[in-house]
């Protein structure tokens, strides 16, 4: 099938269903934003950087909001002279809505629109990126906050979303290759401007002894954060999307929070009680803390707790049913031989260094690829990851939600995640219900890792 015909069917699929949906009266209208991917110019640093990539001319991409139960509708409009693709971060939507090129939809060239429509199932934070020229689209700045708002509303008095992520600059503030070789076969290129909200400690008011909502997303190509705050009693009340069901430990600078490229955390803060008081959310860089972003307390004070707070009610994921689930292993490795993946319309680094099961990606448009695993629709599996190398993984599967069982290394928490972060030399066991059918992309969430191999297809039917 050529692009064309696959655009030329999928655009008659959509048109039955939405004619039929402005048909019947009782259909909600769902909520619409039109995205158009540009270029952009923004001051990260000193002076302005051209040629980033956003959905405004002149500011980053925005927080996109959706509702819980609700039928959302995102219209790409690519405005760039490349190919791209969106896909939404830890939604459990349909299969043809998930932006995977060749996968689940083709490229979308220069000056096409591709309508993504889907009612998402679990409230809490989750990201949009390109799925398509997605190291160097990702790395010129289109990583953007996707909100899922609960259906009752969980009372913080104020919602803070931080995205955070790195840009390579040159000492003109101009963007530098966002990749190599030599990175991309060990644990990837950093960014030298570390960003918040595409700024340098941005400062956010926040009601004074109010709650608020903080929602960290690392949407970095590379960098695994060390987090805490510095200031306020905090607790954390979701990970990756999903309210947690086993409580974790307050970060500190001595035990800051791992978060990897992909990971979200969703942070519970009471602000401090007087004006003007500030708690600093601080990242560990090579053993020093760097503050992110600050949250400066006004107004009077609120006197809110952290008991105040309802629990977050949990998300609809089915749990697994560990005694009928069969396992399956995936070695995470270097690329047995020196192939170099296909390039088609979204981009290769043009080596492998990296596989799963000893087999290297062979690139997006690759037809050939056949799936890791098929996993039958509903039933209950677990997966066993395996890192054969000495870099962390930041392991992602879409479309479905896996809990963590246990690990070689570490005691873990059970909470339900798209993105497990696997430390060096780990064997990690996950276990997930196969309810969402469709060939899910599956891959490691640093991005050259990616694009260089460490990606694979899970097919549930
Ligand atoms: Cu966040 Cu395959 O992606
Ligand atoms: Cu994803
Ligand atoms: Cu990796």
């Known amino acids: 099938m050529n692009r064309r015909q696959f655009i030329a069917l999928s655009g ?3 048109g039955c269903s939405l004619a039929g949906g402005l048909g019947m009266a009782a259909v909600q209208r769902p909520k619409r934003a039109h995205l158009r991917l540009q270029i952009a110019g923004y001051r990260l640093r000193n002076g302005i950087t051209p040629n980033l990539v956003s959905l405004s001319p002149d500011g980053p991409p925005p927080v996109l909001v959706a509702e819980q139960g609700k039928s959302a509708v995102f219209t790409v409009e690519n405005g760039l002279d490349e190919y791209t693709s969106m896909h939404w971060h830890g ?11 060749y996968l689940t939809q083709l490229p979308i060239a220069g000056g096409e629109v591709f309508e993504y429509q889907f009612t998402p199932p679990d409230a809490g934070t989750y990201w949009y990126h390109p799925h398509c020229m997605t190291m160097t689209q990702m790395a010129r700045g289109l990583t953007g906050v996707l909100i899922v708002k609960e259906t009752t509303d969980p009372g913080f008095d104020a919602d803070q979303a931080i995205n955070l992520r790195d840009f390579r600059l040159d000492k003109n503030d101009r963007l530098r290759t966002s990749f190599s070789p030599r990175k991309a076969a060990r644990s990837g290129t950093l960014g030298n401007v570390i960003t918040a909200n595409w700024a340098t400690n941005p400062v956010y008011d926040h009601p004074a002894g109010g709650l608020t909502r903080l929602r960290l997303v690392n949407t970095d190509t590379t960098r695994i954060y060390r987090l805490y705050l510095a200031g306020g009693a905090s607790e954390i009340v979701a990970w990756d999307g999903h309210p947690v069901e086993t409580g974790l430990p307050v970060p500190s600078q001595d035990t800051p929070l791992l978060l990897g490229p992909g990971q979200r955390v969703d942070i ?7 004006e003007g008081q500030v708690v600093t959310l601080n990242a560990m860089l090579a053993g020093q803390p760097r503050p992110m972003a600050t949250l400066r307390a ?10 105040d707070l309802q629990p977050l009610a949990p998300n609809p994921v089915k749990r697994p049913v560990l005694s009928e689930a069969q396992t399956h292993e995936f070695v995470f490795g270097w690329s047995p031989d020196g192939t170099a993946p296909n390039n088609g319309f979204c981009g290769s680094l043009g080596s492998n260094f990296w596989s799963i099961n000893r087999v290297a990606w062979s690139g997006d448009a690759a037809s050939s690829t056949g799936p890791l695993a098929t996993l039958d629709l509903g039933k209950s599996y677990i997966f066993r990851f395996r890192n054969e190398s000495p870099n962390l993984h930041p392991i992602h599967l879409h479309g479905l939600t896996f809990i963590p069982l246990r ?7 059970r909470n339900w995640t798209d993105t497990a972060l696997l430390l060096k ?5 996950v276990a997930l219900v196969a309810d969402n059918p469709g060939d899910w992309a599956f891959h490691c969430h640093v991005i050259e890792h990616q694009k260089t191999g460490l990606a694979g297809v899970i097919r549930v039917t």
Do not use: H, Q, T, Y
């Open 268 to 274: 519970a803060l009471v602000m401090p009680s007087a």
């Open 12 to 14: 008659a699929a959509f």
């Open 407 to 413: 690990s070689n290394k570490r005691k873990l928490a």
């Open 298 to 307: 006004v107004g009077s004070n609120l006197a809110r707790s952290l008991a």
């Open 425 to 429: 030399d780990e064997v990690m066991d």
């Open 91 to 101: 939604i459990r939507l349909p299969n043809a809505m998930d932006g995977v090129p």
